[in-house]
């Protein structure tokens, strides 16, 4: 398969808590995205880190990303009620300018 | 930054109608914008890709004569879904790429009775 694989699937924590949410994929990749997605809504682009990236940082957010072990890892600090949705990551496959996405993580954050 | 616009949010239609799907970039123009199909729980499928000005290039087992694609301008994409069936009723998204990054419609729930 192509596309990035999420882990876990579901995750439930407290508010304030950090979420940790993985993604792993099997082929070379451009780039790798998360995304985040409330029910029934569209995605909201949340982190792009390219293939020669280790770690990116936006507001609570951190990505990581090991290339070596083809896995990246999506941090949320100090989680609010807020932001309880479904994460998905999206890879670029080599030659590909077309993300294909997992399964993705369903978050929720209990106030 | 980017908005894509999709209309409608949500759609109920009883079997054997047609359903169309507008997907709109707002402030940008998009040669190309991409449909998906998302069940509950799981991941975006791509359907097809929408070209402006030529034939959409569609995923293998996406019937064409099904989901009818149009691309008639720069800034929107049409998906209808012709003679609807129950198996038919998903969650849509349509979305564009605009420097580097891609933007998504906010979706359409069809529901077909």
């Known amino acids: 398969s192509q596309q990035g694989e999420e882990d876990p699937q579901a995750l439930s924590i407290q508010e304030g808590e950090n979420a940790t949410m993985n993604c792993s994929y099997k082929?070379?990749?451009?780039?790798l995205q998360w995304y985040r997605q409330n029910s029934g809504r569209g995605l909201v682009h949340l982190i792009l880190?390219?293939?020669?990236?280790r770690e990116k940082h936006s507001g609570r957010l951190r990505v990581t990303l090991d290339t070596s072990k083809k896995s990246s890892s999506l941090l949320i600090t100090a989680s609010r009620a807020a932001d309880t949705a479904s994460y998905f990551c999206?890879?670029?496959?080599?030659?590909?300018?077309?993300?294909?996405f997992g399964r993705g993580t369903s978050l929720i954050v209990h106030p | 930054g980017a908005v894509v616009s999709q209309h409608p949010s949500w759609v109920i239609c009883k079997s054997g109608t047609s359903v169309k799907i507008e997907c709109r970039s707002l402030?940008?123009?998009?040669?190309?914008m991409f449909w998906y199909r998302q069940f509950p729980k799981q991941s975006l499928m791509l359907m097809a890709t929408?070209?402006?000005?030529?034939?959409?290039?569609?995923e293998q087992g996406v019937e064409k004569d099904k989901f009818l694609i149009n691309h008639a301008s720069l800034t929107l994409s049409t998906l209808t879904v012709t003679s609807a069936h129950p198996e038919d009723s998903s969650f849509y998204i349509c979305?564009?790429?605009?420097?580097?990054?891609?933007?998504f419609g906010s979706g359409t729930q069809l529901s077909v009775l």
């Open positions: 929408s070209n402006e000005g030529s034939k959409a290039t569609y």
């Open positions: 402030d940008f123009q998009a040669t190309t």
């Open positions: 999206a890879i670029n496959p080599g030659g590909s300018y077309i993300p294909t």
């Open positions: 082929t070379s990749i451009n780039n």
């Open positions: 979305s564009a790429i605009f420097a580097d990054r891609w933007f």
């Open positions: 880190i390219r293939s020669n990236e």
